[in-house]
């Protein structure tokens, strides 16, 4: 099966590379370097331009070479800049790791941890939304948020205190996250499942991840076409892992409750494109049929930042939520375990509340 997967993967780095070429040309749907900004229509529902790894193309006049600085070429928003950043860090990744070196090694790695099983253990103890704890030392938004940063240890206090699952920022360049924290906090002996939380956008860091100890992987919709999405899920599912799929708004939320397989929506009540947060997003993208309908499909949702307050915790769990994932609440307390208490207004930790 496995070999299935890889073969697929590389089919589809093959169509990548493809896809690089025509953009090139100014028509895999990107627009040309001087062409206006593109409707979503035009970016399969996606809210990114993608654009080569090259960078804009090359101009020659006479003997000199430059690259236009223009709309086409300049990212319009933070999130345009993370990935446009990530397709040259994975292209440079890729050359030192390509994936059959990572393939070998994961036939005889133990297997991945149940992020899903974990979430429900943890709500049907508690009678609370799962607790997915983030170790995050920085954010474009708010900067670093912890100076003094032991990944391991804040995990540990994590653990210790009723996290059912912690999500690990693996991205160094926009939130000083990596590789490392997740695989160190793996090889500490960590027993809750670890989220690779990270900008996927290439199949190929699906099987990184896993070579790290993920168990799970965040897909996030507003950089992710569908057929995207629909691949990664069976490759995670090869691979053992669960996919948290992130939503932001109405047409986000209605793409991804089509796809197959979906088991994990997070509703992220930040805009990565703005960073402002409003948790009542949680609320309204659950109102009306769209929840019943998740209901029924067995959907667990997570709800997603900005939440700070037992008060929070009860507003999204009234709106439908199973889990929450929490990262900047927790992380600037000087104490992030004893935090988890404060944040739920009283204390899940497994064996005071057994
Ligand atoms: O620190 P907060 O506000 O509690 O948020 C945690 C988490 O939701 C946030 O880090 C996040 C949600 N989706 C993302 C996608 C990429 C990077 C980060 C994120």
């Given at each position: 099966?496995?070999?299935?997967?890889?073969?697929?993967?590389?089919?589809?780095?093959?169509?990548?590379?493809?896809?690089v070429?025509?953009?090139?040309?100014?028509?895999?749907?990107?627009?040309?370097?001087?062409?206006p900004?593109?409707?979503?229509?035009?970016?399969?529902?996606?809210?990114?331009r993608?654009r080569?790894?090259?960078?804009?193309?090359?101009?020659?006049?006479?003997?000199?070479?430059?690259?236009?600085?223009?709309?086409?070429?300049?990212?319009?928003n933070?999130?345009?800049?993370?990935v446009?950043?990530?397709?040259?860090?994975?292209?440079?990744?890729?050359?030192?790791m390509?994936l059959?070196?990572?393939?070998?090694?994961?036939?005889?790695?133990p297997?991945a941890?149940d992020?899903?099983?974990?979430?429900?253990?943890?709500?049907?103890?508690?009678?609370?939304?799962?607790?997915?704890?983030?170790?995050?030392?920085?954010?474009?938004?708010?900067?670093?948020?912890r100076?003094?940063?032991?990944?391991?240890?804040?995990?540990?206090?994590?653990?210790?205190?009723?996290?059912?699952?912690?999500?690990?920022?693996?991205?160094?360049?926009?939130?000083?996250?990596?590789?490392?924290?997740?695989?160190a906090?793996?090889?500490?002996?960590v027993?809750?499942?670890?989220?690779?939380?990270?900008?996927?956008?290439?199949?190929?860091?699906l099987y990184?991840?896993?070579?790290?100890?993920?168990?799970?992987?965040?897909?996030?919709?507003?950089?992710?076409?569908?057929?995207?999405?629909?691949?990664?899920?069976?490759?995670?599912?090869?691979?053992?892992m669960a996919?948290?799929?992130?939503?932001?708004?109405?047409?986000?939320?209605?793409?991804?409750?089509?796809?197959?397989?979906?088991?994990?929506i997070?509703?992220?009540?930040?805009?990565?494109?703005?960073?402002?947060v409003?948790?009542?997003?949680t609320?309204?993208?659950?109102?009306?049929?769209?929840?019943?309908?998740?209901?029924?499909?067995?959907?667990?949702?997570?709800?997603?930042?900005?939440?700070?307050?037992?008060?929070?915790?009860?507003?999204?769990?009234?709106a439908?939520?199973?889990a929450?994932?929490?990262?900047?609440?927790?992380?600037?307390?000087?104490d992030?375990?004893?935090?988890?208490?404060?944040?739920?207004g009283?204390?899940?930790?497994?064996?005071?509340?057994?």
């Open positions: 099966m496995l070999q299935d997967a890889v073969a697929t993967a590389s089919d589809q780095t093959e169509t990548a590379a493809a896809a070429e025509a953009t090139e040309q100014g028509n895999n749907g990107a627009p040309a370097a001087d062409a900004a593109a409707s979503i229509e035009g970016l399969d529902g996606i809210k990114i993608r080569p790894v090259t960078g804009p193309s090359v101009h020659h006049v006479g003997p000199f070479q430059f690259r236009l600085e223009n709309e086409g070429n300049t990212p319009r933070i999130l345009e800049k993370i446009w950043n990530k397709d040259v860090e994975i292209w440079q990744m890729k050359e030192k390509p059959y070196r990572l393939k070998g090694p994961l036939d005889n790695a297997p941890r992020f899903v099983a974990a979430l429900k253990a943890s709500y049907d103890r508690t009678a609370l939304p799962a607790l997915i704890a983030e170790v995050k030392k920085a954010s474009p938004s708010r900067g670093v948020l100076e003094n940063f032991d990944p391991v240890e804040i995990a540990q206090a994590y653990e210790k205190n009723g996290a059912a699952c912690l999500s690990v920022l693996t991205d160094s360049k926009f939130f000083q996250g990596s590789f490392d924290y997740l695989e906090i793996r090889n500490a002996g027993k809750c499942p670890l989220l690779c939380k990270e900008f996927i956008i290439d199949a190929w860091q990184y991840a896993r070579s790290k100890g993920a168990d799970a992987v965040l897909l996030i919709a507003a950089i992710l076409p569908d057929r995207d999405i629909s691949y990664m899920l069976k490759i995670c599912k090869i691979l053992g996919a948290l799929v992130e939503v932001h708004d109405e047409r986000e939320i209605d793409r991804v409750i089509g796809i197959d397989g979906i088991q994990l997070g509703i992220n009540n930040r805009n990565l494109e703005t960073f402002e409003d948790i009542s997003n609320k309204n993208l659950l109102e009306g049929e769209r929840g019943q309908l998740i209901a029924q499909k067995d959907i667990i949702v997570v709800g997603e930042s900005g939440l700070f307050t037992p008060d929070h915790v009860s507003f999204v769990q009234d439908g939520v199973k929450i994932l929490v990262g900047e609440s927790l992380i600037k307390q000087e992030p375990g004893k935090a988890i208490a404060g944040l739920f009283k204390d899940i930790s497994p064996v005071s509340s057994a």
